[in-house]
């Protein structure tokens, strides 16, 4: 399990153009295995694309992708699929759960589609959501809980399938900041237990407390990078 944790995440010279516009002007990063890192920056910066383009979710126009030695972005689609499914876990501002299913089936899709059969699966969602704060709420369909419950179950269908890495896209956004913090507080923390790499966009600085290093995004380039405090503000004084 959790093969590739040893492995870290690196994006090389990653550039990404939608048309004429360039969301990405050459990125490089590197995030070791297990770190928390919380990227930030404007709206329009560059953030989405960025975790996109890192997960495999987008082709980079230019540049590269890597968890631990294989090189994500020359996989074929198919085989790029297989990496997300396996080794990364989703979190995005509106949960993108499936509303006709019951909270505990939301949970157990990604373990069916890895090939867990369906009981052992709907026994390993029974205890990620009971981790979660939810073991009750299994049955409950989407639309049925509060915006920080169906969060933390997008949160349970994440780590179920022990990803490397966990990727959250504004995860807290659309809920009032107490609710955000407890939903935040709670992957922070079981991110760190389950040794999972996670990867937050967020525009809360307190979210940003919470992990180990803050990436700041402007106009798709790393404007500031706590791991290199040397640098920080250095691109002012340029
Ligand atoms: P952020 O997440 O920081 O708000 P994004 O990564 O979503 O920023 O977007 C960065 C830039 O790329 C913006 O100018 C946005 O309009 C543009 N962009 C993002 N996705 C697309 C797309 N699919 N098609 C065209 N332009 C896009
Ligand atoms: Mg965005």
Redesign the pocket.
Known sequence: MNSGTEGMLAGRGLVKK??S?A?LAGVDIDIPAGQALAIM??????????LHCLSGILAPTSGTVALGHRWISELSDAKRSQVRLHEFGFVFQDGQLIPELPARENVAIPLMLCGTGRRQALEVADQWLARLGLGSEGQRRPGEMSGGQAQRVAIARALAVDPAVIFADEPTGALDQATGHEVMQLLTVTARRTGSTLVV?THDPQVAAWCDRLVE?RD?RIHADSAEVSSVGAGEAR
């Open positions: 939608f048309g516009v969301a920056g404007p709206s329009g910066s560059g953030k989405s694309t960025l966009v995004i798709g």
